[in-house]
């Protein structure tokens, strides 16, 4: 079992996973986002990268491959990472939570909360590909998203971080649980 400190991200689309990333980056920590797998895959099978299209390729592989396929294909390249501390960034099923317990000793999970409101106007301002454009193509995601098991992971984060306030505020907040797991 590999000794890194892993620690995974969890919340639902648009809550600042990517923003937390980018701020443990910046701390010197290395991340492995879990969605750059399932577009590595769009790009492989020559498909534009939309939310349908992704939304898909997430299912269609987790029904060949299991539940855990993501973190399965995700685990070579944190252990590859020279850095003690990795970070994992779209936790998303229960079975990849497993998954990341069983090959790494030190796993924390941190959940980030955003309101569905709040979620929806980033994401439509944010604009990625796979992003969506309507109300109800976020809510149709958000489905999406809980039926692998997103919500259940949520619920059993070992730390909630609520992003509901200013990029300070949520800095402060992951300054403060990293120290808490890592003492840096």
Avoid at 14 to 25: D, M, P, S
Avoid at 47 to 68: F, S, V
Wanted: hydrophobic share 40%; proline share 5%.
């Amino acid at each position: 079992m590999e000794r890194k400190v892993v620690i995974g991200v969890a919340g639902m689309p648009g809550a600042g996973k990517a923003t937390v990333r980018r701020i443990i980056k910046r701390m010197g920590y290395p991340a492995v986002v879990m969605g750059d797998v399932i577009r590595e895959e769009a790009k492989r099978g020559g498909l534009e990268p939309t939310p349908e299209n992704l939304g898909q390729i997430m299912l269609r592989l987790r029904e060949e491959e299991g539940p855990a396929v993501v973190a399965k294909r995700c685990v070579p390249k944190i252990m590859e990472a020279r850095e003690p501390v990795v970070l994992i960034d779209g936790i998303r099923s229960p079975q990849e939570v497993e998954e990341y317990k069983r090959h790494f000793l030190s796993f924390t999970l941190i959940a980030i909360h955003t309101s569905p409101e709040k979620r929806f106007r980033r994401l439509f301002r944010r604009g990625r590909s796979d992003d969506p454009r309507t109300w109800e193509t976020f809510l149709e995601r958000d489905r999406r998203e809980l039926s692998v098991g997103l919500g259940d992971v949520i619920a059993q984060a070992d730390h909630m971080i609520v992003n509901d306030g200013t990029m300070e505020q949520l800095e402060e907040e992951v300054q403060r649980v990293l120290k808490e797991l890592v003492g840096k």
